[in-house]
């Protein structure tokens, strides 16, 4: 049994962020009360050993729940594969991740779906959920089978990486995937206009000479998609939203009543384009980074719940392919271990947004809007959970991360504010930063 005396319980499921006690037994919260005396914690120990942690100056929240993580495997394990991508979530304090389609061969068929979420529960990790492709081959043309994917355990459905370019196959994917209640995640780009471009087109992407992407590429795909959903009822998720536009057409659309959800990765609330360097290319993400006013309008769009959720992207590359030159290295960032540090030190401790509102959207409510195990610490829920230590502080080094990828921007800085302590379903998997 474990004992966290006087830690700073986050739970916005249960509205709480205060000083408690927490038990756990039996791989679940038995309780959180105000203080507990020895004799009432052995009585409830039942005769097990209680192994006490002293939580003052620390956090403990719901372990945080990543809808949007590339774990490479099959196909891309030189990058990353699912047992490393586990272990690099616990590291960085998510419990659950959900593995996004396009590896290789994509995950198109249920087969392939059961493989995927077998390899999660042999890691032993984080849980890892699958989530299966729209269209067979992510060609963006023929529906998978949405029923039988989703037998084999698929909770969702993305052609994540490539846009559903042909907006009849997009309704289509909306109205069948009703029938199924799971969430098609949209990966808002559209192709033409985005065109060759390697960074968000304006005054930066002139001054290095770099082809551009309008913010447009995002922005109308974003309203296509609402209406798609307005017109089907389909539920819909929008996957790494980084524009002003974007931001405004989702807060009409939640105005309407239109089913939708959205997530931002941490790196398009941190960076903005003017920061970039030709050499930077772990910072070469898509969506590319925004202005610094598309900045401004995502935090205050997660600030007023406009955008639901924050997801990584976590996008483990080789190092030989970030030091290409900028327009030859491939987009993405590998974030899970230090996702929430960056979020903890850029965005809470400045005071732009809170740590309770960066659980709920990290946890509560992908639980909620996916239908996953977490997000609550309520009794009787399992103990999928996470000690934060905010005085924690580490460099960020090659050695060691757990992750195969080191493509990270934050590499050989320093970080502070870091999970401590995580367990999932009551199993302590991680210690002082060590993954056990
Ligand atoms: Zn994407």
Redesign the pocket.
């Known amino acids: 049994m474990w004992w966290l005396k006087d830690v700073w319980v986050i739970d916005p499921s249960q509205k709480l962020s205060a000083p408690r006690d927490v038990l756990v037994k039996g791989g679940q919260v038995l309780e959180i009360s105000s203080s507990m005396t020895e004799e009432e914690v052995s009585v409830k120990a039942q005769g097990e050993a209680v192994d006490t942690v002293d939580g003052k100056g620390k956090f403990v929240f719901p372990g945080l729940i990543d809808v ?1 993580t590339h774990l490479r495997e099959p196909g891309q394990e030189d990058k990353e594969d699912i047992l490393s991508g586990s272990r690099a979530a616990v590291r960085g304090g998510f419990t659950t991740i959900l593995a ?1 389609a396009n590896t290789q061969p994509v995950i198109d068929s249920r087969a392939l779906v059961e493989y995927v979420r077998m390899q999660g529960d042999r890691a032993g990790f984080a849980h890892v959920h699958p989530i299966g492709t729209v269209t067979k081959g992510m060609q963006g043309t023929e529906l998978v089978e949405m029923a039988t994917m989703k037998e084999g355990g698929a909770v969702a459905f ?1 052609d ?2 490539k846009n559903i370019q042909n907006a009849e196959v997009m309704r289509l994917a909306l109205e069948y995937a009703k029938l199924t209640g799971l969430l098609i995640i949209s ?1 808002c ?1 559209d192709k033409d206009l985005a065109g060759e471009g390697q960074m968000r087109r304006g005054v930066s992407s002139a001054r290095m000479g770099l082809k551009g992407i309008p913010a447009s590429a995002e922005s109308v795909i974003v309203a296509r998609d609402l209406m798609l959903a307005e017109e089907t009822g389909g539920r819909l998720h929008l ?2 939203i980084s524009t002003t536009e974007s931001v405004d057409l989702i807060r009409q659309a939640k105005a309407r009543g239109v089913n939708v959800t959205a997530e931002v990765n941490p790196h398009h609330l941190i960076f903005c384009d003017e920061q970039l360097g030709i050499t930077d290319t772990f910072l070469k993400v ?2 590319p980074l925004g202005s610094r006013a598309d900045r401004e309008s995502l935090i205050e769009g997660l600030r007023d719940g406009t955008i639901d959720m924050l997801a990584t ?1 976590h996008a483990p590359h080789t190092q030989a392919e970030k030091s290409r030159p900028f327009a030859e290295a491939p987009f993405g960032i590998a974030s899970l271990e230090t996702a929430l540090s960056a979020v903890w030190e850029n965005l809470v401790v400045p005071g732009r947004i809170s740590m309770d509102r960066v659980i709920e959207a990290w946890s509560v409510t992908p639980a909620l809007r996916f239908g996953l195990q977490g997000g609550s610490l309520v009794a009787g829920a399992p103990a999928d959970m996470v000690l934060f230590d905010p005085d924690f502080s580490e460099v960020i080094e090659p050695a060691t991360l757990v992750s195969k990828a080191r493509n990270t921007p934050f590499l050989n800085k320093t970080l502070q504010g870091f999970p401590v302590m995580v367990w999932v379903e009551g199993r302590l998997v991680q210690r002082n930063r060590i993954v056990l």
């Open positions: 949007h996004m993305s994540d990486g990966h780009e996957a790494h898509n969506p992207d």
